[in-house]
């Protein structure tokens, strides 16, 4: 359906490199999300993939027609794609109405299918507010039905929950994928919120440093990340070095990285391998407390932990089926 083809992109004559030999497909239907952290090429890919931009290199083709390469661009409104962005982009003089019909002005029943999209995103009846009229949500909520209207072959949203507040961000995130998954929409969704991408996404892209490190279903990136780096933006991550590893006297393959979940480490536990520890500082988060740890070798680490009344020496501990392993 959708498929990117060892796209490259830099700029400032080649200065800085955006995207290097990005490749990926997906299926009609797929929702996938794409994560990294700043400046890794999130918003460079999207760009290209809308039209926005030029590729120094390779090719993007939607539904067998080829949109974009080093001699070919067809322009943003001719591509059958959907975009809404973090800011929201309404015209502030067009009411609701206008504002969705905007791009569809040529269909006869325009009227009619912008109401059905503002039903859609749960906005019926407020067809004549204008966007100052609304709150934040609301807002982005528009944004998607206006970028629905036209029935898009893809749907982009870059970061569309980010400038909102926290409690207003889950129920959006949750509201704007029931629309997606009503509408059947084939959807690439960026964010650096590992949150919002595992609990929207079937597939989530990894982006590092304009590189895809992985692609993979949300659960199998938890369960089996090919590296450290992945496994922390899913969860706070121990990377075991060699002086964790003499700490905890747990010697692992020197050819192989190793890290271990911070929900596996065990406190005055019985484990495999274990260590003494001296608490240095507590911080009281609600739902738990963060612990900083001085162990027996002079080694500090940083743990979470549920237990709210942790004594000032603690021994710390975890089991070898719980390390994660990576090639190099
Ligand atoms: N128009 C541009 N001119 C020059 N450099 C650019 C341009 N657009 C992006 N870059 C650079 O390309 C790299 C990737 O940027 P991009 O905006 O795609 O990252 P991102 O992952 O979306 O970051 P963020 O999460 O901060 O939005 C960065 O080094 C950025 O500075």
Do not use: W
């Amino acid at each position: 359906m959708l498929s990117v083809n060892s796209i490259s992109k830099s700029f400032d004559k080649g200065k800085t490199f955006a995207l290097d030999e990005v490749s990926f497909n997906l299926e009609e239907g797929d929702v996938c999300a794409i994560v990294g952290e700043s400046g890794s090429g999130k918003t460079t890919l999207v760009r290209l993939i809308a039209g926005l931009e030029r590729p120094d290199h390779g090719s993007i083709i939607l539904n067998n027609k080829e949109l974009s390469s080093v001699k070919k661009l067809v322009p943003p409104e001719k591509r059958k794609i959907g975009l809404v962005f973090q800011e929201y982009a309404l015209f502030p003089h067009f009411n609701l109405l206008k504002n969705v019909t905007y791009g569809i002005s040529k269909l006869k029943n325009k009227k009619e299918r912008a109401l059905e999209m503002l039903e859609l995103v749960g906005l019926s009846g407020l067809e004549k507010r204008y966007p100052h009229q609304l709150s934040g949500g609301q807002q982005q909520r528009v944004a998607l039905a206006r970028a629905l209207a036209p029935n898009p072959s893809l749907l982009i949203l870059d970061e569309p929950f980010s400038n909102l507040d926290a409690m207003l961000r889950m129920q959006l995130r949750s509201q704007v994928f029931e629309v997606i998954k009503k509408t059947g929409v084939t959807a690439i969704f960026v964010t650096h919120d590992t949150q919002d991408a595992l609990s929207v996404a079937d597939e989530i892209l990894i982006l590092q440093h304009g590189k895809v490190i992985q692609k993979d279903q949300a659960s199998n990136l938890y369960i089996k990340p090919n590296s450290v780096y992945v496994a922390s933006l899913f969860g706070n991550t121990i990377q075991l070095n060699k002086e964790l590893q003499t700490a905890f006297d747990c010697p692992l393959n020197p050819k192989c990285s190793h890290a271990i979940r911070n929900e596996n480490l065990s406190i005055n536990e019985e484990c495999e391998y274990v260590t003494h520890a001296r608490v240095l500082k507590k911080t009281f988060m609600g739902n738990g407390t963060h612990l900083l740890l001085k162990l027996d070798n002079g080694h500090q680490i940083s743990v979470v932990t549920k237990d709210t009344n942790v004594a000032d020496k603690i021994k710390i501990g975890f089991n070898s089926t719980d390390v994660l392993e990576f090639a190099g």
